[in-house]
């Protein structure tokens, strides 16, 4: 609806999605194929991942225990928050309480949706949604991860490259979960480079 409203899908577009957005992008790619000129995905989530992250084994201990479950994604004090930044990047950012203070204070009043989001996600039936679908992607697609995600195992991009036809993979080094964050410029490069090398073999096609 969104796309349509915007009329975003009068041509076919590049669509790129990250963590959770990764996830959605990867759907959408599946049901949507004419919509797509081409797909990056940067450590979706919504994949059977060969080896298990930090999150995703916390989250198994979270479901065994009766403890009320703190999700390390959903911070509400300065203290998670850089807890939840660690978690996140490979990169040590150093950010002052204050910032951090801001940044929990931005965010909690949505938290409450944030969980049932997440809970939503975790589900049986939904967990798996990218795996379960990306059989059926068929725009050239790009995937990015951090070799040191914690939050969502870069075996992920093995899954995603033996299924999608023509699939390229880059890994990158010293990178975690946060991958636009921690290496903003090589990422935008490689999907710029991504994108124009589709866009000349288009035209050399027509040439031929």
Known sequence: ?????????????????????????????????????????????GLKYPNDSKF??????????????????????????EEMLRLCSFVRFKIPQQVLQGLVDVRTPHNEFYRKLFSDLVHERSR??????????????????????????VSGAEVLAGTIPGCQVEVLDNCGHSVVMERPRKTAKLMLDFIFSLHNTENNKKQD
């Open 56 to 81: 995703l084994k916390h989250l198994k201990e979270m479901k065994e225990s009766d403890n009320d479950p703190k999700i390390p994604l959903i911070p509400s004090t300065a203290e998670e928050m």
């Open 128 to 153: 798996h949604s990218l795996h379960e679908n990306m059989k059926n992607i068929s725009a050239p697609t790009q995937v990015i991860w951090g070799k040191q995600d914690q939050v969502l195992d």
């Open 1 to 45: 609806q969104f796309i349509e409203s915007i009329s975003l899908n009068k041509k076919p577009f590049h669509l790129v999605g990250t963590s959770m957005g990764g996830n959605v992008a990867g759907v959408y790619a599946s049901q949507y194929p004419t919509d797509l000129c081409s797909l990056t995905l940067i450590c979706p989530a």
